[in-house]
């Protein structure tokens, strides 16, 4: 099977990168897409949250609460850090109770 050997350049840019790589000829037409390398300490972080006790939101939770949100600051105004965070109080009791 034919390979590439990066430049140690290339290779520090594709091993620092936090999205796809996109990769190109000297003529600037696309080749593909390399996925992020991701380190050791990378995947060690993401079992540690993984193994965590949470709490969990799901997709459909998150949008339930930006609703709410919206919802909110359409009735009373603009929401400064204060009210956010009694609001996000109220929010969770109610999902504690409908749960």
Known sequence: MPQIILTPEQLSLYQQ?????????????KL???PPAHSVEFIAALKRRA??????????????????????????GK?????LSELLDVYESQRGRSS
């Open 17 to 29: 990168a936090e999205e796809p790589v996109q990769v190109y000829d000297p003529q600037g037409n």
């Open 32 to 34: 593909g897409t390399l």
């Open 51 to 76: 193994a965590s006790q949470g709490p969990w939101y799901t997709g459909d939770d998150i949008q339930a609460m930006f609703r709410f949100l919206e919802d909110a600051e359409a009735r009373d």
């Open 79 to 83: 929401i400064d850090e204060q009210r």
